[in-house]
C-alpha cells in the first residue's frame, strides 16, 4: 500500500475480521490492512449466537455474516429436556470472508506474519508494512505456564441426508449421549431440510483430539437418529482452552508493547471457550476508540483484557468445579442442573453478563455432585 495504514490488523478470523468490518462500517475514512496468512477468511468454521448476546447497537455488525437464524433451540439431557425460546443465529466462514472482501477489496493481504511492532509488521516475503498501529488477532497464542486449562475439543460435519433429518430447530447440547470419558454433547443447526451441521463436543483435561473417534460418534449419531446415507460435505475441528486459573501478568505482561484482539487477549468466555460476544464487543469498542498510536492501542487493549480476566473469574470457578467436583461420567449433572435455572439466567450467562444475584442462583441448594469435592473444586485443591 502506498499510503500508511492507520491500522494493520494481523489474523482474518472472527476477531480481526469483525474488527476489519466494524471499521469498514463505522469509520470508513480510516486506512485498514488485514493480513491472513491462509487463503481464505474466516478460516473453516460455523460460529453461532443468541439474539441476546449481542446489543442492539451492534447488530449492524453481524447482521450482514449471518447464514441462518432459528426462532428457538432446545436441549437435552438424561433426565431433563428442554425448549427455549430465544433466537439463534449462525455464520460460517465462507460468508464472512465474503462480506470482507467486499468490504475491504484491496486492504487485505495474504502472508505469513514472521515479526510484528506495535507500528510495524514484516511478511515472509521480507516486506516491511508501517502503521500507525498494529492489532495482533492471530488466536490464542498461549504460554503454557500462564493459564491452568481444561480443552473443550470437537469435530463438526455438515451432513446431507437425502431423506431429510427432520429437525426445525438447533440442539445447543444434547447430553443424552455416552458420558463415559468426560462431559461430552452433540450439536445440531438444521440448515436445511436435509443439511445438518452435527458437532461432538468433550471437554478433557487433556489436549490430544482423536479426529476419527469423533468422526466415528457422529457417523454413529447420525443412524441412530435414521439419518440414512447421509454424507459429509464439510468437516471442521478444534482443540479450545477451558481456564480454571492462571497468571494473567504471565499471559500478557505489562511490558508486551503489541495490541491485542480476540481470543489471543484472552477475551472469550473461560468456561464455554465462547468468543463471538467478547469480539463483538471489542470491535464496536474499536471503532470508537481509533485512532491511536500503537503504544496507546497496548495500553488500552491491556486494560480491557484485564477488566475481562477479572470478571470471567466466577466462569474460572465453575470451569474447576466442572473438571474437578465429579467423575467424568458424572460432569453432564452440572449442566443439566444449570438448565434447569431461568432462561433469563441463562442467557445472561452466555452472554457474558451475569450478576451477582445470578452468581447466587447458579451456586444455591444442593449441588449435583459430591459436597465435599465440591468445596475442593471452589477452592482450587484438586484430587
Known amino acids: 500500500m502506498e499510503e500508511r495504514p492507520d491500522l494493520i490488523i494481523a489474523g482474518g478470523g472472527l476477531a480481526g475480521g469483525l474488527c476489519a468490518l466494524a471499521l469498514s462500517i463505522r469509520r470508513p475514512e480510516l486506512k485498514l490492512l488485514l493480513v491472513e496468512r ?3 477468511l474466516g478460516g473453516n468454521h460455523v460460529w453461532s449466537f443468541f ?5 442492539p447497537a451492534d447488530r449492524d455488525l453481524v447482521d450482514p455474516l449471518l447464514a441462518k437464524s432459528w426462532d428457538d433451540n432446545e436441549v437435552r439431557f438424561p433426565a431433563h429436556r428442554r425448549e427455549l425460546d430465544q433466537r439463534y443465529n449462525s455464520i460460517t466462514s465462507d460468508r464472512l470472508d465474503s462480506v470482507l472482501r467486499q468490504r475491504l ?3 487485505v493481504l495474504h502472508g505469513e506474519i514472521t515479526e510484528i511492532g506495535p507500528t510495524h509488521v514484516r511478511i515472509d516475503n521480507g516486506q516491511r508494512i508501517e502503521a500507525r498501529a498494529t492489532l495482533d488477532a492471530r488466536g490464542f497464542g498461549c504460554r503454557p505456564q500462564a493459564l491452568d486449562c481444561g480443552y473443550q475439543k470437537f469435530v463438526g460435519q455438515m451432513l446431507d441426508v437425502p431423506g431429510g433429518h427432520g429437525l426445525t430447530r438447533p440442539i445447543i447440547m444434547d447430553a443424552t449421549v455416552d458420558q463415559s470419558d468426560g462431559y461430552r454433547f452433540v ?3 438444521p440448515f436445511s431440510a436435509t443439511q445438518v451441521f452435527v458437532e461432538d463436543t468433550y471437554y478433557q483435561l487433556e489436549s490430544k483430539l482423536d479426529r476419527d473417534l469423533l468422526a466415528n460418534r457422529i457417523l454413529a449419531y447420525a443412524e441412530a ?3 440414512q446415507d447421509a454424507t459429509v460435505l464439510h468437516e471442521e475441528q478444534g482443540v479450545l482452552p477451558v481456564v480454571t486459573g492462571g497468571d494473567w501478568d504471565a499471559l500478557w ?3 508486551d508493547p503489541i495490541p491485542r484482539a480476540g481470543v489471543r487477549a484472552g477475551l472469550f468466555h473461560h468456561l464455554t471457550s465462547y468468543s463471538l460476544p467478547d469480539a463483538v464487543r471489542f470491535a464496536s469498542w474499536l471503532s470508537h476508540a481509533l485512532p491511536m498510536n500503537g503504544d496507546a492501542l497496548a495500553r488500552a487493549t491491556r486494560k480491557r483484557a484485564t477488566a475481562h480476566w477479572q470478571r470471567q473469574s466466577f466462569d474460572r470457578l465453575l470451569a474447576r468445579m466442572l473438571f474437578h467436583a465429579a467423575d467424568p461420567a458424572e460432569r453432564y449433572r452440572i449442566l443439566e442442573r444449570f438448565y434447569r435455572l431461568p432462561a433469563g439466567l441463562i442467557e445472561r450467562f452466555y452472554a457474558g453478563n451475569t450478576t451477582t444475584a445470578d452468581k447466587a442462583r447458579i451456586l444455591a441448594g444442593k449441588p449435583p455432585v459430591r459436597i465435599s469435592r465440591a468445596l475442593k473444586a471452589l477452592i482450587g485443591v484438586h484430587e
Not at 439474539?51 to 446489543?55: G, L, Y
Open 38 to 40: 491462509d487463503d481464505a
Open 51 to 55: 439474539d441476546s448476546d449481542v446489543a
Open 105 to 107: 477489496d484491496h486492504a
Open 187 to 189: 450439536y445440531c443447526l
Open 225 to 227: 437418529q435414521g439419518w
Open 253 to 255: 505482561p505489562k511490558n
